[in-house]
Nanobody, 111 residues
Framework: VQLVESGGGLVQPGGSLRLSCAAS????????MRWYRQAPGMQREFVAF???????VYANSVKGRFTISRENTRKMVYLQMNGLKAEDTAVYYC??????WGQGIQVTVSS
């Protein structure tokens, strides 16, 4: 499937953003959907994943601040980000177990 992220932008420290990942086709058969991020000069890193059973796993750096969710009927995956910090600044990518990747969306946390 093709994935398209949206919802990024510039936010002040402590603020919130909700990223969306829209799929071109059903994601019901894709067991795991993930979010990754890549900061400038850094390797892409895992942020969170969610299974079709609703099991979620988070990177330690975002645990308690970020929430991943999915709506298979709407072909959507979300990442609610609260308590944003400057170190959360990165390009965020949506990924599926079928090998699909979105083009990425910029999130900048700065005052």
């Amino acid at each position: 499937v093709q994935l398209v992220e949206s919802g990024g932008g510039l936010v002040q420290p402590g603020g919130s953003l909700r990223l969306s990942c829209a799929a071109s086709d059903s994601i019901a058969s894709i067991y795991v959907m993930r979010w990754y991020r890549q900061a400038p000069g850094m390797q892409r890193e895992f942020v969170a994943f969610i299974t079709n059973d609703g099991i979620t796993v988070y990177a330690n750096s975002v645990k308690g601040r970020f929430t991943i969710s999915r709506e298979n009927t709407r072909k959507m995956v979300y990442l609610q980000m609260n308590g944003l910090k400057a170190e959360d600044t990165a390009v965020y990518y949506c990924n599926g177990d079928d090998g699909s990747w979105g083009q990425g969306i910029q999130v900048t946390v700065s005052s």
